[in-house]
């Protein structure tokens, strides 16, 4: 059985938020976005990389030290700078996939000339706690941004987040719904599975990280609702028995850096795919794809800004290939 997963290079644009998820230890608001020389180091460096994988504080524009300093460098809002960060990907060979927050639909039609995919996590569907001072969580404003995305044709990455206060039915409740997205605009490409892990400093370091028991079921369940050719992606970080996520469903494990730590969790290290790859005892084999899953390669769902690296990085099913 063949697991997938992507090689890529984080580039955490700014940690400021608009947002104050109680469970984030990634948030800093002071203001800083990474300047292009700091982020064509990070492209010049991941030379094995195919991704740029831009995540970053949503809507940190919302802030009047962001704006100066976007400014000052000429730039109306941070997605045109995002924008601009990503054709220089691009140019250094690597295909951007934009994690930013909820997006406005034509925030999402200029992020889609320059992206190979885009993600957006549901988190969960329901309100919650954890959530109240974090008004871009709110469910309805997400299923929004990936309703958009899917008339746009964006190939896109979702997910949900467990752990975080939800009941078991709450988290059924919102696989179901990005089930109904999939079907509708079948432009889901990957939904990922997170378990909640705690962060020092943050509200909610004292929570208990979910068991295994609670991430198998709602994997298992996610296998059941979603349309087969969703692949249900795990954080191989995160995970304590990743045999065990592969045998209840699972099929991807995401994006993984040589150069770059996962910013998120940052206490998690990255484990190495020949370790881990030993412990499945022969039963699940690794192999790189880009960040636009074969199928959509495959559909020509790209712009033609960056045809040139996809065409030059997949083979006929739309793997990553070894030229
Ligand atoms: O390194 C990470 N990559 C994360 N990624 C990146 C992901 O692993 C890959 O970039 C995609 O699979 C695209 O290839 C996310 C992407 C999303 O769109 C939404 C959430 C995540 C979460 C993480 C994460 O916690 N750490
Ligand atoms: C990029 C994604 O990272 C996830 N994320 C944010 N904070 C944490 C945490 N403490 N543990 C696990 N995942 C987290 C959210 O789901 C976000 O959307
Ligand atoms: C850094 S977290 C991931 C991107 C965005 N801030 C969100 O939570 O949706
Ligand atoms: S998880 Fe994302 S949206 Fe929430 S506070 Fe952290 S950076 Fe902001």
Redesign the pocket.
């Known amino acids: 059985m063949i697991v997938t997963y992507?090689m890529?290079v984080?580039i955490p644009l700014t940690r400021t938020c608009r947002n104050n998820c109680h469970y984030c230890g990634f948030r800093i608001n002071d203001g800083k976005v990474m300047g292009e020389d700091e982020v064509e180091n990070l492209l010049k460096r991941a030379s094995s990389a195919t991704?740029a994988?831009f995540?970053f504080g949503e809507r940190a524009d919302e802030f009047g030290k962001v704006r100066d300093w976007l400014r000052g460098m000429g730039f109306d809002s941070m997605i045109d700078y995002t924008v601009h960060l990503n054709k220089l990907a691009v140019e250094h060979g690597l295909l951007p996939?934009t994690?930013a927050g909820v997006l406005s639909r034509s925030e999402l039609k200029k992020l889609k000339e320059w992206n190979a995919?885009i993600?957006?996590?549901l988190e969960q569907a329901v309100e919650l706690e954890c959530h109240k001072e974090s008004p871009g969580k709110n469910p309805e404003v997400r299923i929004k941004t990936i309703k958009d995305a899917g008339r746009l044709e964006i190939p896109f990455?979702?997910?949900i987040l467990i752990g975080i206060g939800e009941s078991r039915d709450d988290r059924y409740y919102s696989i179901e719904v990005i089930a109904d997205l999939a079907e509708n605009y079948d432009h889901i490409q990957?939904v990922?599975i997170?378990n909640f892990s705690p962060k020092k400093g943050t509200p909610m370091e004292c929570w208990k990280a979910p068991g295994i028991a609670e991430l198998l079921d709602a994997i298992e369940y996610a296998k059941k609702a979603l349309p087969d050719d969703v692949v249900i992606?795990i954080?191989p970080n995160l995970i304590e028995n990743l045999k065990a996520c592969l045998d209840a469903g699972a099929r991807?494990i995401?994006?993984i850096?040589e150069v770059t730590p996962?910013?998120?969790?940052p206490e998690h290290p990255w484990p190495s795919l020949k370790k881990i790859e030993k412990s499945l005892n022969g039963e699940y084999t690794f192999r790189e794809r880009l960040?636009i899953h074969p199928k959509y390669v495959r559909m020509g769902w790209y712009s033609e800004r960056i045809a040139h690296l996809i065409e030059r990085y997949a083979d006929k099913e739309g793997y990553r290939c070894s030229k």
């Open positions: 992507s890529n984080f991704e994988l995540t996939h994690n995919s993600g957006l996590m990455t979702t997910g990957e990922i997170q992606q954080p991807d995401g994006g850096s996962d910013y998120i969790n960040p």
